[in-house]
T-cell receptor
């Protein structure tokens, strides 16, 4: 149980284009979704926290107009990287949390990650 | 600013030995502590979580928490080459479900 499906697993896009990353909770309701970014040999850095039906809360230094987060349902959250540039190339990971019940992973279930390369 | 510190390693241990991974955190109000394993290019996977002071054992893994010293550790007994990965310590605080991650310790188990 407690699976989060993240797609795509990797994507290459041209500079200036937009890329959408989806995370779906398959067998539980994700009341909260966390979006992380991880650069090579670095740790996971939280970008934003989104609660279903409300606007995302972005961490300091993360441009909300560049990284659009939608969490319109309890099972789907998307991150759109707009006008992507090479410096946006990174590993993006979502993590869903259901505060209603305890999932086996104690509530935090990670997606498999998306490797974004902007050329 | 909440901080989670880990020795980046690499930590090399021979197969069958005990690997000891350490983590310190700055927020004294932190309540939940997690150890994740991350293979290169993959997403983190949960190894253990711990809330209370003391030890928590799960198979070959033992998590140790000392809130007074703001210190959490992970022991891996009978280390296997498949344990070679980066181990991330993560902490969440009172009133916040956000996880703050350390930079991770790279473990290499030598056959």
């Amino acid at each position: 149980g407690a699976v989060v499906s993240q797609h795509p697993s990797w994507v290459i896009c041209k500079s200036g284009t937009s890329v959408k990353i989806e995370c779906r909770s398959l067998d539980f309701q994700a009341t909260t979704m966390f979006w992380y970014r991880q650069f090579p040999k670095q740790s996971l850095m939280l970008m934003a926290t989104s609660n279903e039906g409300s606007k995302a809360t972005y961490e300091q230094g993360v441009e909300k107009d560049k990284f659009l987060i939608n969490h319109a349902s309890l099972t789907l959250s998307t991150l759109t990287v707009t006008s992507a540039h090479p410096e946006d190339s990174s590993f993006y990971i979502c993590s869903a949390r259901n505060f209603g019940t305890r999932a086996p992973s104690n509530g935090y279930t990670f997606g498999s990650g998306t490797r974004l390369t902007v050329v | 600013q909440k901080e989670v510190e880990q020795n980046s390693g690499p930590l090399s241990v021979p197969e069958g030995a005990i690997a000891s991974l350490n983590c310190t955190y700055s927020d004294r109000g932190s309540q939940s502590f997690f150890w994740y394993r991350q293979y290169s290019g993959k997403s983190p996977e949960l190894i253990m979580f711990i809330y209370s002071n003391g030890d928590k054992e799960d198979g070959r893994f033992t998590a140790q928490l000392n809130k007074a010293s703001q210190y959490v550790s992970l022991l891996i007994r009978d280390s296997q080459p498949s344990d070679s990965a980066t181990y991330l310590c993560a902490v969440s605080g009172a009133g916040s479900y956000q996880l703050t991650f350390g930079k991770g310790t790279k473990l290499s188990v030598i056959p």
